[in-house]
């Protein structure tokens, strides 16, 4: 069974603009969540979503958003970018009710210069 | 506000030594507990978890944790350090009524050399 999967894996933007990432969980899973990890903050929870709607939210900016589609597959945006964004984005996916067993993904790093 | 605590951000230790990297917790009621495993540029693998019954949890790669209420830890140990264990690992939570929320540590570097 395949794994989850981000993509890009490597994305490189500038101040202001915005940008779009991709996380397919694995087959079957119907919660994702998505973490950023920085060397300062570490990881920190952005925002879970399950059956196309968002169940908890992380204590971030409104420019951070996300959604999900029929098909489990989510994407979060992060818009007017700061440099302060630039980090490794990981989403994780598991079974409805398992809290107990998720699985990560390789992550997206991003770099905002 | 709940919280995870990793006492130490690096450990470094000889092949063949004894790993320990140290984890509490603060919360009100028992979570679920987790290590996970990051080597560079790679998302998080899970070590091992601790949600009810047996306190002594085994993982893979020959790491094992023993979670202890009384005082709210949650400490990973590896009787023999290998090579390729130097990565960064991280104690984590989730709780009841927080969906699949991790809470997660500062992380620890384990390094280990020859």
């Known amino acids: 069974k395949a794994g989850v999967t981000q993509t890009p894996r490597y994305l490189i933007k500038t101040r202001g603009q915005q940008v779009t990432l991709s996380c397919s969980p694995i087959?079957?899973?119907?919660?994702v969540s998505w973490y950023q990890q920085t060397p300062g903050q570490g990881l920190q929870f952005l925002f879970e979503y399950f059956s196309e709607t968002q169940r908890n939210k992380g204590n971030f900016p409104g420019r951070f958003s996300g959604r999900q589609f029929s098909n489990s597959r989510s994407e979060m945006n992060v818009s007017t970018l700061e440099l302060g964004d630039s980090a490794l984005y990981l989403c994780?996916?598991?079974?409805?009710?398992?809290?107990?067993?998720?699985?990560f993904g390789p992550g997206t790093r991003l770099t905002v210069l | 506000a709940q919280s995870v605590t990793q006492l130490g951000s690096h450990v470094s230790v000889s092949e063949g030594a004894l790993v320990l990297l140290r984890c509490n917790y603060s919360?009100?009621?028992?979570?679920?507990l987790f290590w996970y495993v990051q080597y560079p540029n790679q998302g998080l693998q899970l070590l091992l978890k601790y949600t009810t019954g047996a306190t002594l949890v085994k993982g893979i790669n020959g790491f094992e944790a023993e979670f202890k209420k009384s005082e709210t830890s949650f400490h990973l140990t590896k009787p023999s350090a290998h090579m390729s264990d130097a990565a960064e690992y991280f104690c984590a939570v989730t709780l009841t009524g927080g969906y699949n929320k991790l809470i997660f540590g500062a992380g620890t570097r384990l390094a280990v050399h020859p």
């Open positions: 087959s079957g899973h119907r919660s």
């Open positions: 994780a996916s598991s079974l409805e009710g398992r809290r107990d067993e998720q699985f």
């Open positions: 919360s009100s009621v028992p979570p679920y």
